[in-house]
């Protein structure tokens, strides 16, 4: 069983920074895609970034593209997003989850998911 628990939400300022860290559990991690998606109340999930596994490639939201990062580090099982500069409207529990298919952006493509993370903006 896979397990995946997301940290690092919080509240922050228009224009601020912030690190979100997924660990994941099982040695199974580094074979596979791990991406971030986020969700505002009453809303539909949204595809933030991913990673690839074997080539480390990213791929991300024109949303967020040039804010944010998305980072991982095999030997620790560990996924990161960093966001800066960040705005109002990237208000979202946030999620990582862990891929099925190569850089996809939907959600029917990621088999396990994290509890999610608050991150709130202030304007």
């Known amino acids: 069983q896979v397990q995946l628990e997301e940290s690092g939400g919080g509240l922050v300022q228009a224009g601020g920074s912030l690190r979100l860290s997924c660990a994941a559990s099982?040695?199974?991690?580094?074979?596979?895609?791990m991406g971030w998606f986020r969700q505002a109340p009453g809303k539909e999930r949204e595809f933030v970034a991913t990673i690839s596994w074997s080539s480390g490639r990213t791929s991300y939201a024109d949303s967020v593209k040039g804010r944010f990062t998305i980072s991982r580090d095999n030997a620790r099982n560990t996924v990161y997003l960093q966001m800066n500069s960040l705005r109002p409207e990237d208000t979202a529990v946030y999620y990582c989850?862990?891929?099925?298919?190569?850089?996809?952006?939907?959600?029917?493509?990621?088999?396990?998911w994290g509890q999610g993370t608050q991150v709130t903006v202030s304007s």
């Open positions: 099982g040695r199974t991690f580094a074979i596979y895609a």
């Open positions: 989850a862990r891929s099925v298919a190569t850089m996809s952006t939907t959600p029917r493509n990621y088999d396990y």
